[in-house]
């Protein structure tokens, strides 16, 4: 049977989003504005569209190598993350015991460590190896900080929703631990492993901080490098400035909204077997 709409539960809800919303309202309206009509309405939805402020920021910022700087430091980032994760959560499941934990332990001690307070050692230590400005070590850098998540994550999927049952039998039937893994764990953990890619396509495309740090070559720019280089350079052209935010965020939005329900799939689905 279908649940019934709530109509005062949506109002509600709607109402609790529009602070939310209005900022990317408002970002999106002044990117397609004239001149003349952000100088008569600021606050407003554009009277007149114009793409120009978008031709603009692409130019100025140079964001089409900026989105490449992107593309190649998130899917780096992505495929060194989830298969060590995936493989590092599954150790844990296999081997309980206190030197688990306290690696565990220890994984949740640097998770909860803001990454602004080891920024300045770790820019520190890698300018001393001459590895500053290289999107490789950036995308490393990534997958590094954003591993105690991962391996949280999966740890918690492979705990609630593989069944014990599943893994005996594959001992028993001699299957190796890789094997194991590849064949059992991976397929059943499908929903955890999307989701976690999706994370961090979101947290490392929209990331400022540590790129600001560890890129100094305007080449090198990531996109959100690029866009917020625009608006300190640009202070009395705010319409490129936003045609520049705006291109940074639509990937993230994009992303976000095609993968919302696999991502409430993936945090959720290994709670009840």
């Known amino acids: 049977m279908r649940s019934r709409i709530s109509i005062p539960r949506t109002a509600i809800l709607v109402l609790l989003a529009l602070p939310f919303l209005y900022p990317f309202v408002f970002l999106a309206s002044t990117a397609f504005k004239t001149p003349q009509d952000y100088a008569?309405?600021?606050?407003?939805?554009?009277?007149?569209?114009?793409?120009?402020?978008?031709?603009?920021?692409?130019?100025?910022?140079?964001?089409?190598?900026?989105?490449?700087?992107?593309?190649?430091?998130?899917?780096?980032?992505?495929?060194?993350?989830?298969?060590v994760c995936s493989a590092a959560a599954f150790w844990f499941l296999r081997h309980a015991g206190r030197l688990s934990r306290l690696l565990m332990y220890g994984l949740f001690a640097f998770w909860s460590v803001p990454f602004i307070v080891y920024a300045v050692p770790l820019y520190v230590g890698v300018s001393r190896l001459h590895l500053l400005d290289n999107l490789v070590v950036l995308a490393v850098l990534y997958a590094t900080v954003n591993m105690p998540f991962g391996v949280y994550l999966l740890h918690s999927y492979y705990q609630r929703g593989i069944p014990p049952e599943c893994l005996d039998s594959a001992a028993v039937d001699g299957a190796s631990t890789m094997r194991t893994l590849m064949s059992i764990v991976i397929p059943l953990a499908k929903p955890a492993i999307g989701t976690l890619a999706a994370l961090t396509f979101v947290w490392v495309w929209g990331d400022l901080i540590m790129a600001s740090f560890m890129l100094q070559s305007s080449d090198k720019f990531t996109v959100t490098l690029a866009a917020a280089t625009l608006v300190t350079q640009q202070d009395n052209n705010l319409l490129a400035s936003a045609g520049a935010a705006l291109m940074a965020l639509l990937p993230v939005l994009v992303v976000f909204l095609l993968a919302q329900r696999a991502i409430s799939r993936g945090l959720t689905g290994g709670a009840v077997r």
């Open 40 to 83: 008569n309405n600021q606050l407003g939805l554009p009277t007149s569209w114009t793409l120009d402020n978008l031709r603009n920021a692409w130019e100025e910022a140079d964001l089409g190598r900026a989105l490449l700087n992107s593309a190649f430091t998130v899917t780096l980032a992505t495929l060194i993350l989830v298969p």
